[in-house]
Nanobody
Framework: QVQLAESGGGLVQPGDSLRLSCVVSGHTFNSYAMGWFRQAPGKERESVAAITRSGGSTYYADSVKGRFTISVDNAKNTVYLQMNSLKPNDTAVYYC??????????????????????WGQGTQVTVSS
């Protein structure tokens, strides 16, 4: 089993930055990639970004490219999501997820949540003036 714990959410103004963290514990060797998803009220959970555990490959949703950066610190078993230039429509609950799937590509990322096996409880991000 893999346990995930997100932190770092909060209320910010448009244009502000925020960094989310996700600590991974348990059988961490079972996770070959990590991802961030978000779910706004009344909407489906959507992919935001993903990264292979080696950090060699990253993937982003078009809506966040150039603004968000995903990174991993394997020594700390932590994955981060740096969010810059936040917009009101970035408001959502953000979830960290771990994938046991070994082979990652743009196609893998496009398949979304079905590629992920473990989920955190989520952290709320609200962007409002």
């Amino acid at each position: 089993q893999v346990q995930l714990a997100e932190s770092g959410g909060g209320l910010v103004q448009p244009g502000d930055s925020l960094r989310l963290s996700c600590v991974v514990s348990g059988h961490t060797f079972n996770s070959y990639a990590m991802g961030w998803f978000r779910q706004a009220p009344g909407k489906e959970r959507e992919s935001v970004a993903a990264i292979t555990r080696s950090g060699g490959s990253t993937y982003y949703a078009d809506s966040v490219k150039g603004r968000f950066t995903i990174s991993v610190d394997n020594a700390k078993n932590t994955v981060y999501l740096q969010m810059n230039s936040l917009k009101p429509n970035d408001t959502a609950v953000y979830y960290c997820a771990a994938s046991q799937y070994r082979y990652w590509s743009d196609y893998t990322f496009s398949r979304g949540r079905e590629m992920f096996n473990y989920w955190g409880q989520g952290t709320q991000v609200t962007v409002s003036s």
